[in-house]
Structures are given as structure tokens and as C-alpha cells.
């Protein structure tokens, strides 16, 4: 099957700094690519959903100034976290679907990268 | 609204059938996924069904969906160590294009 890595797999910054959190599809093309975050113990949350050659679109309560998403190429969308806080902790995993072509109903997820920030 | 709600553990001995429940409140969605989450990893789709259909077997796996009642489960036959792991459904309203919307997950415990 398609696979979709992340790098990378777990981080740890100081509070302030900044993280980015690439996602590849390797060996498809993804035109949209969503991003997730999942506080432990508890469920998939989507943040944004991540488009190629254009903007963002964010879900209700994501700040987008803080979670930075760009999607430069049809295989890479990276999430940067600026100005980390404590509260950022948290498994970020991002998805994509197939693309065209892809004829199959599911997202491929990557394995996730867990932040902590001190 | 969109709100998926799982019950938070099982427990069942190894060899015993396992059965996971999902309830959905969103009638439009389309598809409907089993996925697995082991500790530390992304997620593994196991299965899914779209929604006209009412019943999916996948050699141990079977799904079964109530639309009238919106209600998913998640049977796995012959429940293994290996099985032990947290279980999401999930619901979408156009498939793979669409976001997903995940439930609050089960945790099963395989106990020997």
C-alpha cells in the first residue's frame, strides 16, 4: 500500500521555539493532505486540512498564525508550531488520501510525531 | 453534528471474539472505517463499509452497520495478543478525499 512518512518521529524544544513536522507521500501523489493532533488518551482531532499550491483551511478553534501549513509540492506538506508552549505537547499525524488515480477508499496516515515542549 | 462516541475498554480473554460499538450522529456520512492504533503509531486501516451497505466480512473481521440506529461495530473473530491495541471508528461524507471524523476510541485488552 501507499505510504505516508513523517519526520520528525518525536521532538523535544524549549517553550518559544519553533518545530516544523514534514509529511511525505512517498511513492503517490497528494494533492490535499490533512493534519491531526491526538492529546493522549484520547482522540483524532483534525486541525486543518492542507492543499496544494494553495491555502490552508483550518477547522473552528485552530489558530492558524501558530500552526503554520504550507504544501509546496504534491508530495510534502510540512505543519510548523511556532512559539511552542507546554500546552502544544502533543501526536501529530498527518494523512492523505490517494490522489488521482488512487481508485481506493482510505487515507494513508503516517506514524506520527510526538512534540513535547519544556 | 458530528460526534462519534465508543465505549473506552474492553477486556477479553484470547481466543474469545471481540465486539467494538461505534454510535454516529451524522446520517449523511458515506463512509464508515475501522481503524487501529498501536502504542506509540499511526493508524492502520483495517476495514470499511459504505453506508448502503449493512454487513462487511474481512476473513476475522466483521462489520455490521445500523443506519436506522447509527450504529457501527466492529467484530473480531479468534481475538489474539497481537490484537491489543486502541480501535477508532470513523466516519466520512465523500470517502477518501473527505476529512474524517474519529471516535473516541476503545482500548482492547487481550488477556491470555
Known amino acids: 500500500g501507499a505510504v505516508v512518512s513523517q519526520h520528525p518521529s518525536w521532538v523535544i524544544c524549549k517553550s518559544g521555539t519553533s518545530v516544523k513536522i514534514e509529511c511525505r507521500s512517498l511513492?503517490?501523489?497528494?494533492?490535499?493532505m490533512f493534519w491531526y493532533r491526538q492529546f493522549p488518551k484520547q482522540s483524532l482531532m483534525l486541525m486543518a486540512t492542507?492543499?496544494?499550491?494553495?491555502?490552508?483551511?483550518?477547522e473552528q478553534g485552530v489558530e492558524k498564525d501558530k500552526f503554520l501549513i504550507n504544501h509546496a509540492s504534491l508530495t510534502l506538506s510540512t505543519l510548523t508550531v511556532t512559539s511552542a508552549h507546554p500546552e502544544d505537547s502533543s501526536f501529530y499525524i498527518c494523512?492523505?488520501?490517494?490522489?488521482?488515480?488512487?481508485?481506493?477508499?482510505?487515507?494513508?496516515f503516517g506514524p506520527g510525531t510526538r512534540l513535547t515542549v519544556l | 453534528g458530528e460526534d462519534v462516541e465508543q465505549s473506552l475498554f474492553l477486556s477479553v480473554r484470547e481466543g474469545d471474539s471481540s465486539v467494538i460499538n461505534c454510535t454516529y450522529t451524522?446520517?449523511?456520512?458515506?463512509?464508515l472505517y475501522w481503524y487501529k492504533q498501536e502504542p506509540g503509531a499511526g493508524l492502520q486501516l483495517l476495514t470499511y463499509?459504505?453506508?448502503?451497505?449493512d454487513m462487511k466480512q474481512d476473513q476475522r473481521l466483521t462489520v455490521l452497520l445500523n443506519k436506522k440506529d447509527k450504529h457501527l461495530s466492529l467484530r473480531i473473530a479468534d481475538t489474539q495478543t497481537g490484537d491489543s491495541a486502541i480501535y477508532f471508528c470513523?466516519?466520512?461524507?465523500?470517502?477518501?478525499?473527505?476529512?474524517?471524523?474519529f471516535g473516541t476510541g476503545t482500548r482492547l485488552q487481550v488477556t491470555l
Open positions: 494523512s492523505a488520501p490517494p490522489g488521482l488515480g488512487g481508485g481506493v477508499n482510505e487515507q494513508f
Open positions: 511513492d503517490f501523489q497528494a494533492t490535499t
Open positions: 492542507s492543499n496544494e499550491g494553495s491555502k490552508a483551511t483550518y
Open positions: 451524522d446520517s449523511s456520512s458515506t463512509y
Open positions: 463499509i459504505f453506508s448502503n451497505m
Open positions: 470513523a466516519e466520512s461524507i465523500t470517502g477518501t478525499a473527505s476529512k474524517l471524523t
